[in-house]
């Protein structure tokens, strides 16, 4: 296991962008039947979601939650030391997409860039992944930038995801702090054995020549091979047994407890897991906040997103003592716990905004 304590580093700046478009539940109701709509509802939490349009990825959603944060923070681009960018929805295939929004933002040339392609855990992933960076170089402060435009990777056939994944994009930064009580704090645990039970089977440089043809699968839903696939059993036996236990074990050994913490922000995979998963560990339910009832499961932006509905028009200030975990594709799942002064959340942001200079023009 992965585990450590980063001393002197600050989560000081969240904000988060979703589409314009919202979808409500009941427009399914046409195509999967209102009876297995309610119990999709039921089941997952679910009420709407939202959609991007046609040109809206992933980094678009990330760059309006980024040029936002730099502008309320008063941030100088020259400043940003780095930026990571987690997404398993890239612009291209290359280059990496962290170089677009570097040039998009105005950063500088001394920028450290790169992408990391991990989905549902990809947040506290990469919270870890620029502290390291930022403990161990000159870097004194960095963007974390994370989304995803799951709904373009589904198929509008499958009533096991089409009405599960929504959009959307954050951007988090860090800052070095003098004093080694800011603390980031983690654990993590990885499965690669368990691969296949969310995937998208072809689309990369493996299985390039599939059909792209949908077709019934056995699980009774129909997609293609280039559209996601989610054995939602062996992740529903993995998210109730093996988080609950990775969080058990993170509360044992840093002397802490459930009441230490204010809120448990957890990825939003479906309503029924987060209750098991609080229910193992005894977290009281109105410390759990919930935002996939209106915006769905959006992948790596899930944990950014619910803590920008949480406290981004939050009315008091203070810091809160916030306990971040995510859990999914890979399989993979990690925790975060971090001090964040609520002011530095802010409110949601919806947008259709796209980069209109990222099409490939020839001759």
């Known amino acids: 296991m992965a ?4 001393k002197g580093i600050l989560i000081k700046g969240i904000a988060c962008a979703v589409p314009n478009n919202k979808k409500d539940i009941k427009d399914w109701y046409q195509q999967f039947g209102k009876e297995s709509v309610n119990k999709f509802v039921k089941m997952t939490g679910v009420n709407s979601i939202y ?3 046609e040109k809206e990825t992933a980094s678009d959603l990330a760059f309006v939650a980024a040029k936002s944060l730099l502008q309320v923070k008063k941030i100088n681009e020259k400043s940003i030391g780095a930026l990571i960018f987690v997404s398993q929805g890239p612009d291209y ?23 990391v392609n991990l989905g549902c ?38 009533k096991s995801a089409a ?9 988090t930064l860090l800052e070095k702090s003098n004093n080694e009580e ?14 296949k039970a969310l995937i998208k089977p072809a689309g990369a440089y493996r299985n390039m020549n599939v059909p792209k043809d949908r077709f019934l699968w056995p699980d009774g839903n129909i997609r293609s091979y280039y559209e996601t696939y989610m054995n939602g059993t062996d992740i529903f036996i993995f998210s109730i047994n093996e988080v609950p236990e990775l969080i058990k074990e993170f509360l044992l050994e840093n002397n802490k ?48 997103l619910t803590l920008v509905d949480k406290y ?8 809160k003592n916030i306990f971040m975990c995510g859990f999914g594709v890979g399989l993979s799942w990690g925790i975060v716990t971090a001090k964040i002064e609520v002011n530095n959340i802010l409110p949601i942001i919806t947008t259709d905004d796209y980069f209109k200079d990222g099409g490939v023009e020839h001759g």
Do not use: W
């Not at 992944?129 to 056939?157: C, F, H, P, Y």
């Not at 499961?297 to 944990?303: K, L, P, Q």
């Open 93 to 115: 295939r290359m280059p990496a997409t962290a170089f677009v929004l570097q040039n998009r933002l105005g950063l500088s040339e001394d920028c450290l860039c790169f992408d």
């Open 312 to 319: 981004g028009e939050y009315t008091d200030s203070g810091v």
């Open 121 to 158: 855990s990809g947040y506290v992933y990469g919270i870890n992944i620029v502290a390291s960076l930022m403990k161990q170089s000159n870097i004194e402060r960095a963007l974390l930038l994370v989304g995803d435009t799951s709904t373009k990777g589904v198929s509008s056939e499958d």
């Open 182 to 195: 800011d603390q980031l704090s983690y654990h993590f645990r990885s499965d690669g054995n368990r691969f």
């Open 3 to 6: 585990k450590g304590i980063f």
């Open 51 to 53: 959609k991007s349009n």
């Open 163 to 171: 009405m599960l994944f929504g959009d959307g994009g954050a951007a």
């Open 257 to 304: 407890v459930v009441d230490d913490y204010d809120s448990f922000v957890f990825h939003q995979a479906n309503l029924y897991i987060l209750k098991q998963i609080a229910r193992k560990v005894k977290i009281p339910l109105e410390r759990m906040p919930i935002s996939m009832d209106r915006y769905g499961n959006t992948s790596v932006t899930s944990i950014p």
